[in-house]
């Protein structure tokens, strides 16, 4: 089974759900760090679900605050995801929040 260690970037710029991730084929992934930037000087939320295989979602932060020029960690355990699921993020406003995560892809 082979390792790699990535990271995945997201300037949110609207306010529709946007994909951060997606597991492919044969693959599992292990976030072990999701980084929320604030960097317009306004405080703003974001939303994070995870969908799996079945298309059902779930909310992994529903309206999570993030304050004016502040960075958040949103994990303080690793998450698994599993092969097909996808991870999105949903800023309140746009042009406010980045996203930076850092996982090992395993498979």
Do not use: W
């Not at 609207?14 to 306004?42: C, M, N, Q, R, W």
């Not at 298309?55 to 092969?83: C, I, R, W, Y």
């Amino acid at each position: 089974m082979s390792t790699f260690l990535k990271n995945v970037k997201l300037d949110l710029t609207s306010t529709g759900a946007t994909t951060l991730y997606t597991t492919p084929a044969a693959k599992t992934a292990v976030f072990k760090s999701i980084l929320v930037s604030e960097d317009s000087g306004s405080a703003d939320t974001i939303t994070v679900t995870i969908t799996d295989a079945s298309a059902a979602v779930f909310s992994l932060f529903k309206v999570k605050a993030v304050a004016a020029n502040t960075t958040v960690e949103l994990l303080s355990q690793p998450l698994v995801v599993e092969t097909s699921e996808i991870l999105k993020f949903t800023a309140a406003t746009a042009n406010r929040l980045h996203v930076v995560a850092s996982y090992m892809e395993l498979g």
